[in-house]
Nanobody
Framework: QVQLVESGGGLVQPGGSLRLSCAAS????????MGWYRQAPGKQRELVAH???????NYADSVKGRFTISRDNAKNTMYLQMNSLKPEDTAVYYC?????????WGQGTQVTVSS
């Protein structure tokens, strides 16, 4: 059974930082392209960062230069370092394969950027 469990969210002031983690089980993590997605209230879920099995990365324009995606295949874990956070980054953040697989969506982790 595949499980993707997100953690690390919280409340942070504008300009602050957070590091999200995604722990994977039940899949051969190292061979899969993975991504961080987010869904803000009233908006569709969007892919914000993507990392290939080989470590290549790609980012949405809205987070480029502020967010860094990485993975540790030995720990079956993916990370998202978020710096210079803005109120518009407020959302529930999810991890999934790229392209996403519906049955793999977890609960996500809430990130709130507010003063």
């Amino acid at each position: 059974q595949v499980q993707l469990v997100e953690s690390g969210g919280g409340l942070v002031q504008p300009g602050g930082s957070l590091r999200l983690s995604c722990a994977a089980s039940g899949i051969i993590f190292s061979i899969n392209a993975m991504g961080w997605y987010r869904q803000a209230p009233g908006k569709q879920r969007e892919l914000v960062a993507h990392i290939t099995s080989g470590g290549g990365t790609n980012y949405a324009d809205s987070v480029k230069g502020r967010f860094t995606i990485s993975r540790d295949n030995a720990k079956n874990t993916m990370y998202l370092q978020m710096n210079s956070l803005k109120p518009e980054d407020t959302a529930v953040y999810y991890c999934n394969l790229v392209p996403s697989t519906r049955r793999y969506w977890g609960q996500g982790t809430q990130v709130t950027v507010s003063s």
